[in-house]
């Protein structure tokens, strides 16, 4: 019997051609995969970084009001339009709260009797607007004051520039 001869040998191996055929696809797939994973990774850090800011802001607000609801009167407080206010108030256990914006630092600081401690960061804004018993009509005089509406401003940054945003409640004084 005779047997045929194999003219070509079997291949053991991938050919170069496929070699790099698979690589390039292999290339185009990773740099895909990465420019997806950079970018949400972008936008989680922005996210964040947006929820912080508004959870500062909230949290002022919160402060603001629940202490001005306790108050029994203001001592001082800044003029409506000044965008880095001050107020103190005097507490029912006698204590003097003072809260204080810093436009330089962005801060809000509170204390008794002086603004020491960091109250909230990343406050461009924040002004405290009195009204009088009609919770409608400004006014200057601390001993007419019956409500405060303080108004918080913050800034957040976006792909295409910034976003300003506001944030304001009213709160009536406990002895009104």
Known sequence: MKTKSNSHPSRAGFSLLELTVTMSMLAIIS???MALVRTSY???????DDHTQRREALSLQRHLSRHI???ISVMEISASSDVSGNMSLLMSSGEIYVWDH???TNQ?????DTATSVLATDIDELSFTAYGADGSTEVTDVGLV???TPTATYVLARPTG???YTTSCQS???SW
């Open 172 to 174: 009536w004084l406990r």
């Open 69 to 71: 609801r306790q108050a």
């Open 162 to 164: 910034t976003a300003t």
């Open 42 to 48: 972008t936008a989680w850090n922005r996210h964040d």
């Open 102 to 104: 810093n436009a330089t």
């Open 146 to 148: 019956h409500a405060i």
């Open 31 to 33: 740099t895909a995969s």
């Open 108 to 112: 809000v600081l509170f204390g008794i």
